[in-house]
């Protein structure tokens, strides 16, 4: 959907440009705007090889498990139903601890195998949609058509072999999220943070008189948008339960 706007706003200004004979701006601005794209990826990776390099030696000082164990009752306290001690969790705590030092870079990989861990969880629970064909687990978004997609080695018995053959007696696998994975996709998509990295890198390349002036409005924006996503998840899952 965004590529279609993107053409759309494109398409737009070339043709306003040559309506209003302004073609040699439009031009200009296109190469103008592919240099600064340019300067603003090496700024962006300095600062991320400078912030990733932070985390690496964050974990392995220990500082990272430490942050996880503590963080831990509010993940059970948003995750009540992921077992103690699944890997999800540690996934997720991971995740959240990058997203508030405002890593976005070093997220993306714990949430992708949070994901995998919850889409397993659902599998392990036998929900349609993740249930295994032969004995093996499937994500649930990988697999269409009863075709194969992704695959681990549990095998969970008759009952999810039974609903994997309903599944595919109705010739396609469901696409479904868990509850968890709604919860973990709007957390992050709130996404609480100390230090808004990237905002202050745009900021800085931009020429701004104080790049580090959006940490305290960053702060209370964000925690204002993580606090409306956990009472809004909680509201959801209470009502679910009723």
Known sequence: MLNYIWAFMILIGVVYGAITGKMAEVTNAALDSAGDAVSLCITMIGVMALWVGLMEIAQKSGLIAKLTRGIQPFIRFLFPRIPEGHPAREYIATNMIANLLGLGWACTPAGLK??????????????????????????GWDVADGGAGATGGSDRGSAADALGAAARRKGKWERVASREMCTFLILNISSLQLIPVNMIAYRSQYGSVNPAGIIGPAIVATFVSTAVAVVYCKGKDRRRRV
Request: glycine share 12%; net charge negative; charged share 30%.
């Open 114 to 139: 949070a994901m995998e861990e919850l889409a397993k969880l659902e599998a392990e629970r036998g929900t349609p949609g993740y249930v295994p064909e032969s004995g093996n687990v499937k994500c």
